[in-house]
């Protein structure tokens, strides 16, 4: 029987830096069946392996995209790879046949420099993190990806705490662990 194997993407220009995807690593770090893909490590001159990259969704049944918010949308490593991997034929039909893509998780785990209460109606972003993620969702739908949802930390330019990044860190992991169930 084959286990279910998980793709964390992870896409964050300047990962030796950031604790919260850091804490975020480490937690994951033994779990079986998980891959843990560096787009910034792998392509810094953004030269994207196209083969590789869609093959990589193949082998795998839960796609996760871990980055930091980039104002207010993905990081541009995150973009070139949509525009690049996720092509006509392979990741999406026009005509509503199954992609190569259909049916497989996808969920993504963003760090966030600002507060949650930022993000409300009544905060200075004046709208919530999903609205402002509702391209990647729609990408991902169009994909035809099972579309999970968000686990998202807020605060990460206010230097939290190392216990909030590893309260973050445990929940990620459980989500990892679990392929996202919770959203479901």
Same mark, same amino acid.
């Given at each position: 029987?084959?286990?279910?194997?998980?793709? *964390?993407?992870?896409?964050?220009?300047?990962?030796?830096?950031? &604790?919260?995807?850091?804490?975020?690593?480490?937690? *994951?770090?033994?779990? $079986?069946?998980?891959?843990?893909? @560096?787009?910034?490590?792998?392509?810094?001159?953004?030269? *994207? @392996?196209?083969?590789?990259?869609?093959?990589?969704?193949?082998?795998?049944?839960?796609? *996760?995209?871990?980055?930091?918010?980039?104002?207010?949308?993905?990081?541009?490593?995150?973009?070139?790879?949509?525009?690049?991997?996720?092509?006509?034929?392979?990741?999406?039909?026009?005509?509503?046949?199954?992609?190569?893509?259909?049916? /497989? /998780?996808?969920?993504?785990?963003?760090?966030?420099?600002?507060?949650?209460?930022?993000?409300?109606?009544?905060?200075?972003?004046?709208?919530?993190?999903? $609205?402002?993620?509702?391209?990647? &969702?729609?990408?991902?739908?169009?994909?035809?990806?099972?579309?999970?949802?968000?686990?998202?930390?807020?605060?990460?330019?206010?230097?939290?705490?190392?216990?909030?990044?590893?309260?973050?860190? /445990?929940?990620?992991?459980?989500?990892?662990?679990?392929?996202?169930?919770?959203?479901?």
């Amino acid at each position: 029987m084959t286990s279910h194997r998980t793709l *964390i993407i992870v896409a964050h220009p300047n990962l030796a830096d950031s &604790r919260a995807n850091a804490a975020r690593l480490t937690e *994951i770090g033994n779990l $079986e069946s998980v891959t843990v893909h @560096d787009l910034y490590r792998a392509y810094p001159e953004f030269s *994207i @392996d196209v083969a590789h990259e869609q093959q990589l969704l193949r082998e795998h049944d839960t796609v *996760i995209l871990q980055f930091p918010l980039c104002w207010y949308s993905v990081t541009p490593l995150v973009k070139a790879w949509f525009d690049a991997v996720l092509t006509y034929g392979f990741a999406f039909t026009l005509d509503g046949s199954a992609s190569q893509l259909h049916g /497989k /998780k996808a969920w993504l785990a963003v760090s966030v420099g600002s507060t949650l209460d930022t993000y409300t109606a009544e905060g200075v972003a004046r709208r919530s993190l999903e $609205e402002y993620l509702a391209p990647v &969702r729609q990408t991902l739908e169009f994909c035809q990806f099972d579309y999970q949802g968000v686990h998202a930390v807020y605060g990460m330019m206010l230097n939290p705490s190392d216990e909030h990044l590893l309260l973050d860190a /445990k929940e990620y992991g459980m989500l990892v662990a679990t392929s996202g169930a919770p959203f479901a």
